[in-house]
C-alpha cells in the first residue's frame, strides 16, 4: 500500500506562487510516475503532468506549460508543484496520484494510488 499527502496549498493573489508538495510513503520502492492532478467546482478533474522518478522526465498539459513547474526528491519520497504566475482559473483541489511503473510506454496518467487533495484559491 501507498500513502500520499498533499500540502502547501492556501490562498494567493493573482500573480503570486505556491508550492506544492506531495509525500509518499509505503512500498514505494519500486520505479513510479507521479501525477498532478486538478479539479476546480462544477469542472471535470484534469491533469497538470507528471514525473518520473527513475530518470526525473517530465510531462505537462499544453495548457498549463511555461507557467508549472513538477520536480522532485527521491530521498524525501516526495513530488513538488511550483506553480507561479497564477490566476484566479487556477483555482481548484489538486491532488497528486501515484503508480507503481514508469511513466510513458502506455502510461500517460496515473492512477493507482490518490491523495486526499489540498485547495488552491487564487484571488484577482
Known amino acids: 500500500q501507498v500513502q500520499l499527502v498533499e500540502s502547501g496549498g492556501g490562498s494567493v493573489q493573482a500573480g503570486g506562487s505556491l508550492r506544492l508538495a506531495c509525500a509518499a510513503s509505503?512500498?514505494?520502492?519500486?520505479?513510479?510516475?507521479v501525477g498532478w492532478f486538478r479539479q476546480a467546482p462544477g469542472k471535470e478533474r484534469e491533469g497538470v503532468g507528471t514525473?518520473?522518478?527513475?530518470?526525473?522526465?517530465?510531462y505537462y498539459a499544453d495548457s498549463l506549460k511555461g507557467r508549472f513547474t513538477i520536480s522532485q526528491d527521491n530521498a524525501k519520497n516526495t513530488v513538488y508543484l511550483q506553480m507561479d504566475s497564477l490566476k484566479a482559473e487556477d483555482t481548484a483541489m489538486y491532488y497528486c496520484?501515484?503508480?507503481?511503473?514508469?511513466?510513458?510506454?502506455?502510461?500517460?496518467?496515473?492512477?493507482?494510488?490518490w491523495g486526499q487533495g489540498t485547495q488552491v484559491t487564487v484571488s484577482s
Open positions: 496520484a501515484l503508480q507503481l511503473r514508469r511513466c510513458g510506454y502506455g502510461l500517460t496518467w496515473p492512477s493507482q494510488y
Open positions: 509505503g512500498y514505494i520502492y519500486s520505479r513510479r510516475c
Open positions: 514525473i518520473d522518478s527513475g530518470d526525473g522526465s517530465t
